[in-house]
């Protein structure tokens, strides 16, 4: 991490050390057309800075379509608050020139043309729709973060050698449904489920203006994307109570869940005395105590949680008999997951040996580890460092469209703070300066991107 | 304990020792009228012994009321069944030459005079109906295990100082209503509560022939009888397991309950670092250790159980914010109730501290410990060793008749084993040996207590 200073000494030393080759600025960025006016600036300012109160006012216009009276958002997608939410940002991407298209899942897609023929599309952002009784940044960042990143290159007259897709993905938060039919990872069998609109997804996806039977050419084939870059607010306290202004997300993690089964024997709670008891509950906080430290007792940033708890017959008299548990182990590793759950399997069984109560263990749920592109880690590590932003790498405990583009694209994720580690929630909240930060990494890692790849 | 063998020498040695005293053999059992046949029988037999065959055509004759398939009984109080079961009863009890009446609350109370004038009488019974899908000794052994006493008494010509009231209690599953009533301690606003038969107590009371606005009038004043014994199935495997004929019960446990709730903060199983979580189901799995370590770190039959626990949200990805069990601790004692009671706080404080989970306890329901009274203990306990049965004083941790009465007269138990502990259950069943010993050791009981007894 460096502060300002050190970042302006660090940059006037890169400047100065040897003759800047013809069309390539080192440092900040490279850009195939610099004109001199920028150039001059750089020496000050390694890349342009996106227009904060242009993106505030749009977060602020957004978070009319499907405003609740708390301040938080009903924007689930289908319903006629993503619809015209998304309306919006259309006129806003055609405001900004883009060359507008929806894909046949409804994913909108605005590009902005590259100075290279024949280089595939960079693409950059993430999605709109929320959950039910939602907030105003998980997802609109990082949709607007792009597109406010592609103005203030037109704004600074820089062209990259990428085309630029502004993406907007739909129905994140019901099965990320846009990415992964570009993934290729969506089954025909979930156009039938119920969204949180009322509608299908298949009728969903339809009233987006996309068509559920052609789902299939909506699949983007390896290569056809250069790479892909999502700024997301964190969803966890992490930045906040470290004071740090930027995440380098590292990946998203994998998800392993079980039901644990513990089987004891339902017993007359007065009549049997502790000697002879086998407490399918004791055995079950035994357990609890042991997931806990498995995720503990190793270095690392896995993480290990009992959410789900049921005893029966559930009744004040009576000596559970059977107590049923959800265990959930996440790590950017899915290897680190199967450390865990080695750990916690061997203290399953030695609880049931002791206790009388043997533990089962089914896997119910698997979501795999995408762990972000070392490159893109790099850009958006050393976009935080060149803006002097204190940044740390970081898992994302959550879910993104991210994960799924990794299937096709190398991909990287820009985490900003979230007040009090909020989400999901009316009162989530990130302060306009961290975002206006964030914003201003995802372009620079935008303009590294341009770049280096191919 | 001391085997047959021993028994026979100790009684032959009683009886050698010293003269015997004019119309009172010692030992055994008082009796003001011995016949000079049944003196020399004496000599073998310290008691009358009862007709076990008789005693079990009762119990399989009263099982056809409610029957089940499964060999279980449905005969909850104020059903078709259990009014058919009373009647086939006081039928016996009718066939026995006693004097039977319902009183104001429906309890049946069949009487053999006694012959000393203006004693007041000894109750014995217990109840006969059941839980839904119960079985068929839990309160039936009681009440004609009773019977059997009284009727073996008239077969060996034995008449008692005192009278016997043989009694069957009303409701006992659904809450004691005819103990609580002789008590005082049933409170009218129970009269509107539904009993599982579908009737209000109040309707059911009236079904039985009982006055549901008259109940003040059922209550027995103190003195007014002389004391009360119930014969029971243990509901429990402490006999069975240790291999033991007979239950001399040292009281009904008392019972308090604590709803204890865990304060956590919900938080997103993945976002939220596990340093940095307040996960409340870890401070209650904590606690549940605590009760139960509470409980087993004394000496003593006090027992202590959590039976109910509920995690909220309650979502596999979502670390619980709250968690509320319950906490049931049994002694029969209350003091050592509160000692208990006093380690699992000073254990939740220390929980809620080191978490930052604090712990908050409610009590919910409170039981009174019914000791039995000490003279009763003795002579059930000398009962049993007069036949040479194996026994030990134990708690009973399920509540009956016999803690009621114990508000207004002095009381004894016996118990006999439950096959696997098993009650409450179609497969209640209890060994015909051991039925037969435990009429024995009531009748013992009741000899001695009337002989004994003003």
């Known amino acids: 991490m460096m502060n300002r200073r050190q970042f302006s000494r660090s940059l006037i030393g890169a400047l100065g050390v040897s003759a800047v080759p013809s069309g390539f600025l080192p440092g900040a960025f490279g850009a195939s057309a610099v004109s001199p006016g920028f150039l001059s600036a750089a020496l000050f300012q390694a890349q342009p800075l996106v227009n904060g109160p242009r993106l505030h ?90 597109l406010e990143g592609v103005r203030t290159l037109q704004d600074a007259g820089i062209e990259l050698r990428h085309p630029v897709d502004v993406v907007v993905f739909v129905n994140e938060e019901g099965g990320k449904t846009g990415s992964r039919v570009m993934a290729g990872e969506f089954r025909a069998q979930e156009l039938e489920l119920e969204s949180a609109s009322g509608f299908t997804i298949g009728e969903g996806i339809r009233r987006l203006g996309g068509d559920p039977e052609r789902l299939a050419e909506a699949q983007v084939g390896p290569g056809e994307v250069a790479g892909f870059l999502e700024l997301h607010v964190e969803q966890g306290a992490v930045l906040e109570k470290s004071g740090i202004q930027v995440g380098v997300v590292e990946g998203i993690v994998g998800i392993r869940r079980w039901d644990a089964v513990v089987h004891g024997a339902a017993n007359h709670a007065g009549t049997t005395p502790m000697d002879q008891r086998r407490d399918a509950l004791l055995g079950a906080a035994q357990l609890v105590e042991a997931v806990n430290r498995a995720a503990t007792s190793m270095e690392g940033s ?23 548990l959800s265990i959930e182990v996440r790590a950017l590793e899915m290897r680190r997951i199967q450390e865990v759950m080695d750990e916690i399997q061997r203290e399953a069984d030695a609880i049931g040996a002791e206790n009388g109560t043997p533990i089962e263990l089914n896997e119910f749920y698997l979501s795999g580890a995408a762990p972000t592109d070392d490159r893109f880690r790099g850009w958006v590590e050393s976009a935080a460092a060149d803006l002097g932003l204190t940044h740390r790498r970081m898992p994302s405990g959550a879910g993104h469209d991210a994960q799924a583009v990794a299937h096709f694209a190398p991909m990287g994720m820009v985490f900003v703070p979230s007040v009090g580690g909020l989400s999901h929630h009316p009162e989530e909240y990130s302060r306009p300066e961290d975002i206006e930060a964030g914003a201003n990494v995802l372009l620079g890692a935008l303009l590294k991107a341009d770049s280096e790849l191919d």
């Open 57 to 146: 006012r749009w977060l602020l216009e957004l978070s009319n379509f499907g405003a609740r009276e708390d301040g938080g958002i009903d924007r689930v997608a289908f319903s006629d608050a993503d619809i015209e939410g998304r309306r919006y940002v259309r006129s806003l991407m055609e405001e900004a020139g883009l060359d507008v298209r929806v894909d046949l899942v409804g994913n909108i897609l605005g590009r902005r043309e590259g100075t290279i023929p024949g280089l595939p599309p960079i693409m950059v952002g993430s999605h709109l729709d929320s959950v039910p009784a939602g907030g105003n940044y998980d997802g609109p960042l990082g949709t607007l973060g792009a």
């Open 302 to 324: 896995q993480v290990a949680t009992v959410g789900r708890i049921q005893a029966s017959p559930g009744a004040p008299n009576v000596i559970p008999g059977e107590v049923v």
